[in-house]
């Protein structure tokens, strides 16, 4: 793990004047009653560009202290609003009227860095009474009010994906390929993470392994240098950013010259294992291009197939029952719509060593406790079930599930901007139709 660097959320405030710092603290103690109030040295205020006050809480749950202030509010970086779908039009409306915004800044760190941000995200929240959304300024994106209450209502802390955002950068000239790279792990400790020439295509797969990636950095300490097995078929390298910039063409997107401070290292790339395959009759090894994983990522379209964590296969299990209202609301939206509901199911396989594989089902007819589903994935296994088979599961046996749409796949964990778009309110509201 690496050293944290602080985490920053910034709740804009509608209106022309500033708050007070008393304001703030009486909105503590509404949403924190066990707060405490730390002195501030003198030498912290330098940063604060001329604004008069600092309160520096002791948050139970939280190891480091948080610090608020205000300041004015700036104009946004045009890619948090790319990556952020789920923010309406009046919302950003709303932002051009907030003339100030508190800060919100803590390190996460002595503990599980994901249950440390979900503490965070409630200390923003509890100032945001009028604030059209948050700006996490750590990972360059907007969150929705309710997509950050949903986070912080759910009982289980929020992923690796959730902690950080995804952002694409294409070029024309390379047949629109993609440079996907994250903004928001290294307030974790771990490095954030790239992919280099993926298909506009594959991103939606290629966001998932993303994902994986830093789940896995989390749980499992995946470092650079090492290997690590994807699937039963699949192997992939992680490589420092500095070692990759070496192997770049000076023009190719992401390199050296498309770098600035956010993306600086550390970051880690993923490459395809090396190839030492001779090319005609040459006697000298021929090196494939590292950063090219069409073949391995079209592998895990077909197959779904990936070795989670089991803190993670834990978290989607109960993530999925504690949502499983979403998506049966979702499912009877579904008409006019192109969406496909796939559950995810655990059966019993026959191997010591993997008693258990999970395997994924096409929904084709669904009620509150039971469902119909056609298994679209090659069980490893199971012997007595084969692709394309049909099951009545039970949703008590469900460890996952998704709904893909034609802008991406949702899950448990991201649902929250699909459903408010169909009109199935989730978060503190806790209303499903």
Known sequence: MLSPVPSTLIVPLPGLDPPDDADVRRRLSRAFPDWEEMEVADEEFQFLGGLSWMVSA?????????YIWVEEADELPEDAWWVSTDIQPEEQEAYDDCAFALVVETTLSSADPR???????????????????????????????????????????PSAREM??????????????????????????????????V?????????????????????????????????????LNL???????????????????????????????LTAPESTDRDGFSFLPRRRNPFVLDALLASLERDELIYYTEAEVRRMAYLSRYRWPVFLSLWRQRRGRDWTFLVKAAFDAEEADAPVEHLWFEVVALEPEEMEGVLVNRPLRVADLRAGDRLTLSPEHVTDWSVATDDGAYTPGNIVPLALRAGVLVGSSKKVH
């Open 58 to 66: 002791r948050i139970p749950g939280l190891f480091q202290p948080v």
């Open 115 to 157: 249950q440390l941000w979900k503490v965070q995200l409630s200390v923003a929240l509890a100032l945001a009474e009028d604030a059209p959304f948050l700006y996490d300024d750590s990972a360059i994106r907007i969150l929705s009010l309710p997509y950050a209450e949903s986070l912080v209502e759910t009982p289980s802390a």
């Open 164 to 197: 950080m955002s995804l952002h694409a950068v294409y070029d024309e000239d390379d047949g629109g390929r993609l440079w996907m790279h994250s903004h928001g792990l290294a307030r974790a400790g771990v490095a954030d993470v790239e992919m280099l020439q």
């Open 199 to 235: 298909l506009r295509h594959q991103r939606t797969v290629a966001s998932q392994l993303l994902g994986h990636v830093a789940d896995r950095q989390m749980d499992d300490g995946l470092a650079a240098g090492k290997s690590f097995q994807v699937n039963p078929s699949i192997r």
């Open 239 to 269: 490589v420092e950013l500095e070692e990759a910039l070496d192997w770049m063409a000076p023009d190719a997107l992401g390199s050296e010259w498309d770098r600035d401070e956010y993306h600086a290292p550390p970051r880690l790339l």
